[in-house]
C-alpha cells in the first residue's frame, strides 16, 4: 500500500494509491464523478436504490446532481482554506470509530447539500486533527454500506488501510512521517 500527498508540501491530506492504479483514490473518485459514462451505468445499475431511497426518477437529473455535487465536494476538500480545517469536513463513520482514540474510520460529504442529501462520499483514516489518509469513496443510495458490493469494498478498504498502519506502527503523524519516509528509501 502506498500514499501520497494530495497537495505537494502538505500534510493534511494523503490518498492511497495501489501499485496496479495509475492514480490515487482521491483523484480517481473525482475522475469517475465528472464521468457521464460511469454515471449513467451506476444509476441504471443502482436504479431501484435511486428511486426508492432518494425517490429520485431520472437518471439525467441523478447524473447532473452528482456532477454538480463532485465538484463542490473537490471545492471542499482540496481548496484553501478548507485543507486545513478538513475536522468540519470528516465525521466519525460510525458510533464506535466516535469513541476511538487511534486512527478512526471518518466519512466525508457536502453536509449542506440543499436539494437532498448528498449520496457522494470519501473515506479516510483519521490520523490526528485534521490529517486524513483517503481510502477510497463511492456513491451510497442505502441506509447502511453492507447493503451493496459496491458500499462493502469501500468499507474492506477502509478496514485494510486501518489495519496495514497499525501493523506497521502507525498510530500518528509522526510515526506516519517515520513510515513514509522509510517506504521512500
Known amino acids: 500500500m ?11 491530506l494523503w490518498a492511497v494509491r495501489d501499485e496496479d492504479q495509475e492514480t490515487d483514490e482521491l483523484s480517481l473518485l ?3 464523478w465528472s464521468n457521464f459514462n460511469y454515471l449513467l451505468d451506476f444509476f441504471f445499475a443502482n436504479l431501484d436504490d435511486l428511486q ?14 452528482t456532477m454538480e455535487d463532485a465538484q463542490e465536494l473537490e471545492r471542499l476538500i482540496l481548496d484553501f482554506p478548507y485543507t486545513e ?3 468540519g469536513l470528516f465525521h466519525p463513520l460510525s458510533l ?3 469513541r476511538a482514540h487511534e486512527l478512526t ?13 448528498s449520496w457522494l462520499r470519501i473515506y ?9 489518509i483517503v481510502t477510497g469513496g463511492t456513491i451510497k443510495l442505502t441506509a447502511t454500506m453492507q447493503e451493496r458490493e459496491h458500499t462493502k469494498k469501500e468499507l474492506d ?3 485494510a488501510c486501518r489495519d496495514y498502519l497499525k501493523q506497521n506502527g502507525v498510530f500518528d503523524m509522526d510515526s506516519f512521517i517515520d513510515y513514509f519516509e522509510e517506504d521512500l528509501l
Open 2 to 12: 502506498k500514499f501520497v500527498r494530495t497537495i505537494p508540501g502538505y500534510n493534511h
Open 30 to 32: 473525482f475522475r469517475q
Open 52 to 65: 426508492g431511497f432518494f425517490h429520485i426518477k431520472k437518471v439525467s437529473d441523478a447524473i447532473k446532481d
Open 85 to 87: 480545517q478538513l475536522d
Open 96 to 98: 464506535a470509530d466516535n
Open 105 to 117: 474510520r471518518e466519512k466525508a460529504r457536502n453536509w449542506d447539500r440543499r436539494q437532498h442529501p
Open 124 to 132: 479516510a483514516i483519521r490520523i490526528e486533527p485534521n490529517v486524513y
Open 157 to 159: 478498504k477502509l478496514n
